[in-house]
């Protein structure tokens, strides 16, 4: 059974500084892997996608990268805004169809 | 942009009553889904659809139905509530099996 953690649980960071979120899945037969974001009370919003042969995805100030032989996924922020505030989840396509593993996210406070 | 939105925002039932959660995507997506939400369980399977008229159980489809008409809608349906189906209520839908998931806003259910 696939398992998929986020550590820290919590992170708060001054604005301006480069921060690494961090996801570790103990099965490495995955699809993909896609970050999200979800700001209090809303859905998710997608940020990036790394497919299974990628080794990483860069859009803007965030780069997620994907070491299945490790068993993790990073995701770099760069100069990091107040903006950026918000829980930050991994989900891993792997197994059965359409079996999707959600990590339980990283809640990101970035401080003015 | 792929577009998903979902009926309510927010929605306070009593217990036993019958209620409807409807989720729209407007990019001609095959796959919907609809996911809980609950604080240290993450998110959760509840059904999917990767067809009209077909669906497929998930992790947790105790107390719960689902519809799909059309190709564009994806309802959830409780039979009777009960208070323990409180929670964030969560409709994502994608392209194909392997692809990228886009998430509704998300309907926070209260069942008193």
């Known amino acids: 059974k696939q398992e998929v953690t986020q550590i820290p649980a919590a992170l708060s960071v001054p604005e301006g500084e480069n921060l690494v979120l961090n996801c570790s899945f103990t099965?490495?037969?995955?699809?993909?892997l896609q970050w999200f974001r979800q700001d209090p009370g809303k859905g998710l919003t997608s940020l990036l996608l790394?497919?299974?042969?990628?080794r990483e995805q860069t859009s803007g100030r965030l780069n997620a990268s994907l070491d299945k032989s490790s068993g993790r996924s990073t995701l770099y922020i760069a100069a990091s805004q107040p903006g950026d505030s918000a829980t930050y989840l991994c989900?891993?396509?792997?197994?059965?169809?359409?079996?999707?593993?959600f990590g339980t996210g990283t809640k990101l406070q970035v401080i003015p | 942009d792929v577009k998903v939105t979902q009926s309510s925002r927010y929605l306070v039932k009593r217990t036993g009553e019958k209620v409807f959660l409807e989720c729209v995507q407007d990019?001609?997506?095959?796959?919907m889904f609809w996911y809980r939400q609950d604080p240290g369980l993450g998110l959760r399977l509840i059904y999917f659809?990767?067809?009209?008229?077909?669906?497929e159980k998930g992790d947790i489809p105790e107390g719960y139905s689902v519809s799909r008409e059309k190709k564009e809608r994806f309802s959830l349906i409780l039979e009777s509530a009960s208070t323990n189906q409180t929670s964030m209520y969560l409709c994502?839908?994608?392209?194909?099996?392997?692809?990228?998931?886009?998430f509704g806003p998300g309907t926070r259910l209260t069942v008193l």
């Open positions: 989900a891993l396509h792997s197994g059965g169809y359409q079996k999707v593993t």
């Open positions: 790394i497919q299974s042969s990628q």
């Open positions: 994502a839908s994608s392209l194909g099996t392997w692809n990228e998931q886009f």
């Open positions: 099965d490495s037969a995955i699809y993909n």
């Open positions: 659809s990767y067809d009209v008229k077909m669906k």
């Open positions: 990019m001609d997506h095959e796959n």
